[in-house]
């Protein structure tokens, strides 16, 4: 992979000498006169590192350095690392540079083996810093599972159908319920494609309802493009860079967004809120839902233009009420993840509670069992659950065939929304509370259970201002 770096020096020959060194190893180097021309090509295209001379007209390198670090310029990435160029006799100016924020200094009077071994341990330091942030902030929303587990008929497809595309850049929709385990597969996908080596991006449409919130968590912002904007923000296609970006819930966007992401999709530009300059993007993309894309198409609320571009390759996710399979195999996971995380000794379960737990509809899915299991772990005053302990849980045998159905109608009726307004109690009751977990529980998005919230007038002392 070619590194871009601008040289940013008023000596010509000395810059262009440099430039010649540097691209017979490989480096794309493009060559700046001084901070005033530095400034407007960092505003026009992105570099991976820039290294500057310090006395230089117009904008000398100290400056060039404070205005890109400390006080930000509009388009221009105030993480690109730079590496000073300096004479022996003005080390001391380099320091200074080094304590604005470049990340180390270069003599002139180097040779080039030394000034190209320099380059490059800047170049790595600074990808592996970036590669640490996005794992940080992946390792804050990562679910607790961090595999597919099960070894049912389902599992096994979806399985196949990773394999069936691994190593290929195929654009994937994944479909299932809420919490049947969409982000997973795509972690997989992830895994086995050709942008395995780079950052997996996540994004939940469903939390990006404002037009001004979408364009700036998904396509950044300059610097100035609102109120609080002191720095430009790469978004999320931006950190997708040569990796993947997941879009979760993508029918929950409004048209005009669905409309930003279309454009985005051909040309793999974005422009970024504020911003004229489009920036290059290259990622894979895999998109999920837990509604009926072509029922939404019909209604209208979704671009069929969009429809046919994201769903190029389908993966269903089957709910956990239909690979009931692999239930014992997910709830040893869960337990065995959770004793650790609790300090408990390893559990075992009693044959009748495992048989309540594979009777559960789970409308939850994973995440719902994971939650049960959570529950039970913290719970269980030795190393044995037992049915008992599951159903203090809340959980109920399914109806069996000729028993009792789970849902009675009375003899004279009754109003379907008395039905709806007691299963979200019901669910935000189980979850403490919050909506999240209990829009998770019912498969419907946020946004929809703080509709119903609304709409049933519900109130909490836990939440601060009610809904």
């Known amino acids: 992979m070619s590194h871009s770096i601008l040289i940013v020096e008023d000596d010509s020959v000395f810059a262009d000498r440099l430039k010649r060194n540097l691209e017979m190893v490989q480096f794309s180097v493009s060559i700046a006169a001084n901070g005033s021309d530095a400034l ?32 930000g ?22 320091v200074e540079a080094m304590k604005l924020g470049a990340s180390d200094y270069i003599t002139k009077e180097a040779g080039r083996q030394e000034i190209i071994l320099r380059l490059r341990k800047v170049l790595e330091q600074s990808e592996l810093v970036s590669e640490n942030r996005l794992l940080r902030d992946q390792l804050d929303r990562r679910d607790e599972f961090r595999e597919l587990v099960g070894d049912s008929e389902a599992v096994q497809r979806i399985k196949e159908e990773i394999s069936r595309i691994a190593g290929r850049d195929v654009t994937v929709l994944i ?95 974005i422009t970024r809120l504020g911003g004229t300059r489009p920036v290059v993007v290259q990622c894979r993309f895999i998109f999920a839902t837990n509604t009926d894309l072509l029922a939404e198409v019909g209604a209208g609320r979704f671009r069929d233009d969009l429809y046919y571009r994201v769903n190029v390759f389908p993966i269903r996710i089957p709910p956990l009420r239909e690979r009931r399979a692999d239930i014992p ?21 009693e044959e009748s509670s495992m048989a309540l737990l594979r009777d559960y509809h789970y409308p ?69 509370w919050n909506q999240k977990d209990a829009s998770a529980l019912l498969g419907i998005s946020v946004d929809r259970m703080n509709s119903r919230v609304r709409k049933y007038g519900l109130k909490h002392p836990k939440w601060r201002v009610h809904k």
């Open 40 to 71: 407007s090509q960092l505003q026009s295209q992105n570099f991976d590192l820039v290294v500057t001379d310090i006395r230089m007209p117009e904008l000398g390198g100290i400056e060039l350095i404070r205005k890109l670090k400390q006080e």
């Open 73 to 94: 310029v509009n388009g221009a990435d105030p993480d690109v690392p730079v590496v000073v160029l300096t004479s022996v006799n003005s080390v001391e100016t380099a």
């Open 175 to 269: 479909t299932g319920e809420t919490g049947a385990g969409k982000e997973l597969v795509a972690r997989a996908i992830h895994r086995t494609g050709p942008s395995a080596r780079g950052p997996f991006i996540d994004v939940n449409c469903a939390a990006l309802p404002d037009e001004n919130m979408f364009q700036s968590e998904v396509f950044g912002h300059e610097r100035g493009a609102f109120t609080d904007a002191h720095f430009m923000r790469k978004g999320k296609f931006e950190l997708a860079h040569r990796g993947t970006l997941f879009l979760d819930e993508i029918a929950e966007l409004p048209r005009e967004s669905q409309g930003k992401i279309l454009k985005a999709l051909e040309q793999q530009t």
């Open 329 to 349: 195999m997910l709830a040893k996971f869960f337990t065995d993840q959770f004793a650790r995380k609790y300090n408990k000794p390893e559990f075992f379960f």
């Open 364 to 432: 939850g899915n994973i995440r719902e069992l994971r939650n049960i299991i959570e529950r039970l772990v913290i719970r269980a005053p030795g190393d044995v659950i037992t049915r008992a302990q599951v159903e203090q849980v809340g959980l109920v045998p399914r109806a069996a065939a000729g028993e009792q159905p789970v849902i009675v109608i009375p003899e004279g009726g009754i109003r379907i929304e008395e039905i709806e307004k007691q299963l979200v109690v019901e669910a935000l009751n189980r979850t403490g």
